[in-house]
């Protein structure tokens, strides 16, 4: 099963912020133990929303809205799709992440398979 753990952004993040060296370290360590567990798809950090954009659609109608957006806590700063055997195992993974930076919170979503059609084009 593939999960997307998504890493919810803080004031730190959004201010673009950039960890420490020892944070970095870690995460690297973080992350070859995923790839040596073999269950890492894809990851990274994202920039503040400040360089982004959110696109509105209704009916007709399409709006932009470029960033910084003001709710942080419903913002992400970054992501992980990860492959496990259970929910349970995502958990544990997620918990050892956190372990790691030391605060914060992560989201864990199971991901739905494309449908067959999609994967024969």
């Given amino acids: 099963m593939r999960f997307m753990m998504i890493v919810k952004a803080t ?9 420490s060296e020892k944070l970095i370290s870690d995460m690297t360590k973080f992350n070859e133990q995923l790839l040596k567990a073999g269950v890492l798809l894809d990851g990274t950090g994202l920039h503040p929303s400040s360089k982004g954009a959110r696109v509105h659609c209704s009916g007709d109608k399409r709006t932009v809205i470029d ?29 050892r992440f956190l372990s ?6 992560s989201e864990i ?6 449908p067959a059609v999609a994967k024969q084009a």
Avoid: C, H
């Fill in 11 to 19: 004031k730190e993040t959004e201010a673009g912020v950039l960890p």
């Fill in 67 to 95: 960033g910084p957006f003001a709710e942080t806590k419903e913002l992400i700063a970054g992501y992980a799709i990860l492959q496990f055997a259970s929910k349970a195992e995502a958990i544990e993974w997620t918990k």
């Fill in 100 to 105: 790691v930076v030391g605060q914060g919170e």
């Fill in 109 to 114: 979503r199971l991901m739905s398979d494309a």
